[in-house]
């Protein structure tokens, strides 16, 4: 016998999953359509992928399972970054007639858990399960529901910071990529450019960062080395780059 | 006529409440006491400093709130840094007690955004509204009520990986301090200690903290020369910093 499980109304979670695609970041939305009891579309918006706590669930289980639900992964870059709790963020009308067509009071608040994740967009199949799911360039998105463009705008933020601090920005790649995608990952995220020979000296000093005896295949120029980030020379070098830092 | 404010059940706001002392970390810590009935003390423990949110108040709002009510100030650096939610954390047998007595039933989930709080003990007269707080050795603290004990660790992680990143250590010191005291700062926080020299050279770097034409009074030894954060200069040289971190 299974275990009704029953949902927390009054918990969220939120996953702002980030996709690149080796030329630009994207985020993966939701179309939201409502639409009445007489079959007439009232309205079709974007949101982000969240959903409600299980009771007996934690927070980062919720977001393993959303992340799982929509992307068929299990071993994604997941981060919680921030929580979102304003009295207004359900109050735009289309979200007040979505909650209350779900048979919720748009009255009560809600807290949302933001969880930001990174992957490469060649990872996912978004048909698997045949969800209304698309990714966005994030130059794109525009008018998203509830308070979910500020949600995107501070996982940006955490995720810019971040980069500049951790080496997570092979999470956006294959496990395998060039030096090249790598800068371009830098570029789009913090929005410069890079001299690429300062790039590569940058890259240089990153012991994790592990050449491999392999070139891309399939490509019209000339193939380029491919590379791996080794997670456990980034521990074993970690303490120096703090001492070097403080 | 004022509008009764109305606390919302299920969100609470936990503030993990630095002070420094010129020598050790501490923590800003509650004691509770269940007195039953018959006025017989059933237990006596510590919290940190949290409440509910009310209904028509923002969390950053209640945030300020709590930290207003404890330390009589209005301007002290505050970050929200993570927000707990497991579906353990209320259950421990005090804290079933607590809430039970309270007329709250502790099987309902309470989500906690925690926010961690920055400043000099000296600034604060725990005594202002006769409250039983009081600061704590970070590194005395024993069993704290609820998950507070996790709270506050990761708080501290928290503290840790902003101070590598970000000028925050001066919050924790008056606004005129010494480059012994900022060091002794940087020590507690990451444990370590640094050579003198090596630390001022990495002080000489940092164009925002500003020498001033003033020396410390009414000290044994030999009086230091004072400084100050400047923020304005330092969100004009971020850039620079950013630049050279990437």
Redesign the interface.
Known sequence: MTQMRVL?N??SVDCVIFGFDFDKLNVLVVERTLTNDDGVVDFSDLTLTGNH?F?????VEAADRILFDLTGLADIYLE?F??F???DRLKKENDRKWLLHDGRDPDK?I?S?GFFALLATQKVTLEWKGRNIKWLPVDEVKSLAFDHNLILEEALKALR?KL??EPIGFELLPDKFTLSQLQKV?EII?D?T?DKRNFRK?VARMKYLIPLNEKQQGVAHKPAQLYLFSREVYEKTRKEI?NF??
């Open positions: 927390n009054y918990i706590i009771e007996e669930e934690t927070i919680q921030k929580t709790a304003s009295p608040r807290v858990i910071s500049l601090h830098y913090l410069t890079f940058k703090l830092l403080v």
